[in-house]
């Protein structure tokens, strides 16, 4: 079992920047890749960015690529998403997301643990 554990989220204006934080613990010897997802009210889960363990190699959703950086720090088990820009659109609950596969799919039913998810809204 993998335990995920996000931090950093809140309220921000239009413009500003947030960075979220996943902490991971347990079972984290086999993590190939994490990434983060998000949910707003009333639309399903949708992908945002993910990154490959080994390698540090990203991908992005096409609504946050040259806002959202993600980053990881394998010392500290932990990956990051640094939100710049931010719009009114970004406001979700923001999910944390590991999978032992390093093949990057942006289906949520294909990551097979997940945090609690931390608030994020941006107000215009």
């Known amino acids: 079992q993998v335990q995920l554990v996000e931090s950093g989220g809140g309220l921000v204006q239009a413009g500003g920047s947030l960075r979220l934080s996943c902490a991971a613990s347990?079972?984290?010897?086999?993590?190939?890749?994490m990434g983060w997802f998000r949910q707003a009210p009333g639309k399903e889960r949708a992908f945002v960015a993910a990154?490959?363990?080994?390698?540090?190699?990203?991908s992005y959703a096409d609504s946050v690529k040259g806002r959202f950086t993600i980053s990881r720090d394998n010392a500290k088990n932990t990956v990051y998403l640094q939100m710049n820009s931010l719009k009114p659109e970004d406001t979700a609950v923001y999910y944390c997301?590991?999978?032992?596969?390093?093949?990057?799919?942006?289906?949520?039913?294909?990551?097979?643990?997940w945090g609690q998810g931390t608030q994020v809204t941006v107000s215009s």
């Open positions: 997301a590991a999978r032992r596969s390093s093949v990057i799919l942006i289906t949520p039913g294909n990551w097979s643990s």
């Open positions: 347990g079972r984290t010897f086999n993590l190939a890749a």
């Open positions: 990154i490959r363990w080994s390698d540090g190699s990203t």
